[in-house]
Structure formats: C-alpha cells, structure tokens
C-alpha cells in the first residue's frame, strides 16, 4: 500500500491564507477567553483563601470564649 501526496500546503489541502488567518483569529479569542478565566479563578483563589483564614480566625474566637483550646493551632 502506498500513500502519495498530492500538491503543497496551502492551495491543494482547500487551505488558504484567508483560512488559516481565520484560524489564527479563533485560536487567538480562545487564548483571550482562557486568559480571563485564569484570572477569575486567581480572583477566585484568594477570595477562598481570605474566607478559609477568616473562619480559622472565627473559630479560634469561639473556642476561646468556650475556654477550649484547639488541637492544632495552626490553618
């Protein structure tokens, strides 16, 4: 069994430069949109890391008022 290829990139594969300059500019909003996300989820993050250390704190104070000691002092 042989495989022969016919013509170059570009022309012969139905490939031309409107077409890759098109996908050249979905590749580039997908990038965009995965750029936005990760900021989000950075933003997100922190958010979760301020909530978690401030419910550490609340329940330190709790514990504290109960005139418990934790286990482990340490989030």
Known sequence: M????V?????EDGFGEA???AINSMLNQ???CLD???EKNDHLHVCLQELLESNWQ????FQQQLGET????SP
Request: charged fraction near 25%.
């Open 58 to 61: 609340t329940c330190l104070e």
């Open 30 to 32: 997908i990038n965009s």
């Open 36 to 38: 936005h996300l990760e």
């Open 2 to 5: 042989s495989i022969e290829l």
């Open 70 to 73: 934790p286990s482990d002092a």
């Open 7 to 11: 013509g170059t990139r570009g022309e």
């Open 19 to 21: 077409e890759y300059a």
